[in-house]
């Protein structure tokens, strides 16, 4: 066990833990973020992704001495009142099925846009090949981000 | 008088000296890099070259240096999952990064994402893809700097000291080793370079 030090949306966080330990778990089992889902296990799904400094990453896979006094950002941070464009959009459209793996659509859908706020089909189909839904949203996912992206410039 | 003839001394004078021309001068040659030590040193240059190449062409060092859009996984060379895309940098596309799942070491269990230090693919400028190329062309290819990332042949041997390349050789579990160990790998790209980077035809 070690002490570990992060940022979680917004917040200083210390915890007592083995440095190896996926930062899924540290933000599910003690942080109490239950928001970001399990998915495989492997970085094969995306159904566990956050944000890292504003990059989307698979937690399920990224140790936690990998974000020692990083930022980490999860669903429960991409604002504090549903206000953030992806969470407008999301409702607006009703995207999800299950909702299972929309947490870690969104995380990356939001990664997505503040670094393209235009982003194509083809930008999208390239930022989200990694986050699979058994419901198959995918339409509707890709029908959003534009809709958010349409949000995000009129923000501006 | 079977020695009757008897040679004015300018004459025998210059018979030695043609002698020495015709006898020391080719030992010289040869023990200053005449056209055949040239030849022989070309020969053990293009040896060494082969097998850099061996390395260069192991799917820990192909997948990656693919003429592909994206990387590549596998012993086969198959596309990686996700249809994930090189990006300008070789960093991935804008919101699917290689970070976000290869970390700085490799993920403990079988078929986990692999990871070192600056994991990346080349960048699209300079792709640096060996895939159905031949071993001439790789080897031109790498002593190119338009086509080697403006790398000098000295320039080469710190990259393949890097964390990135030195993981080949501790790919995880499930996943094949180049055929030369590291060392051997760099001490034989050494011994192509100080021999004169002779590249097969």
Redesign the interface.
């Known amino acids: 066990m070690e002490t570990t030090r992060f940022r979680v949306n917004g917040k200083s966080v210390e915890l007592q833990i083995d440095p190896q330990t996926p930062l899924l778990w540290a933000l599910r089992e003690q942080l109490g973020l239950t928001g970001t889902k399990f998915g495989c296990g492997m970085a094969l799904c995306g159904a566990c992704t956050v944000q890292v400094n504003g990059n989307a990453v698979r937690s399920c896979v990224t140790p936690v001495r990998a974000v020692r006094d990083q930022q980490v950002t999860t669903i429960e941070g991409l604002s504090s009142d549903r206000s953030h464009p992806v969470q407008r959009a999301w409702l607006q459209i009703q995207v999800p099925q299950c909702g299972y793996c929309q947490p870690g659509q969104m995380m990356g859908a939001a990664a997505l846009l503040a670094v393209n706020e235009n982003p194509s089909d083809s930008d999208i189909d390239d930022a989200m090949a990694g986050n699979l839904c058994r419901c198959g949203t995918y339409a509707r996912i890709r029908k959003a981000i534009h809709l958010a992206a349409e949000m995000t410039r009129g923000q501006k | 008088m079977i020695c009757g003839v008897i040679r004015p001394l300018w004459l025998r004078v210059g018979i030695w000296i043609v002698n020495i021309f015709l006898y020391v001068l080719p030992v010289f040659l040869e023990s200053s890099g005449g056209p055949r030590a040239q030849a022989q040193g070309n020969n053990e240059s293009v040896l060494a070259f082969r097998a850099v190449a061996s390395v260069l062409t192991s799917p820990r060092c192909l997948n990656c240096h693919t003429s592909a859009d994206g990387p590549l996984q596998g012993d086969d060379n198959h596309p990686h999952?996700?249809?994930?895309?090189r990006g300008a940098e070789g960093k991935g596309?804008?919101?699917?990064?290689c970070?976000?799942?290869h970390?700085?070491e490799n993920?403990k269990?079988l078929?986990?994402?692999p990871g070192a230090a600056d994991w990346q693919l080349p960048p699209a400028s300079t792709p640096m893809a060996w895939k159905g190329l031949t071993t001439g062309q790789i080897c031109r290819a790498l002593k190119d700097p338009a086509k080697n990332g403006n790398r000098s042949l000295q320039d080469l041997i710190p990259h393949m000291e890097t964390s990135l390349v030195r993981w080949a050789w501790n790919p995880g579990p499930g996943r094949t080793l180049p055929p030369l160990s590291h060392e051997e790998f760099v001490s034989r790209l050494k011994e192509w370079i100080d021999s004169g980077a002779a590249c097969p035809e």
């Open positions: 999952a996700m249809n994930v895309k596309s804008a919101a699917l990064r970070r976000a799942c970390q700085t993920a269990f078929h986990g994402p």
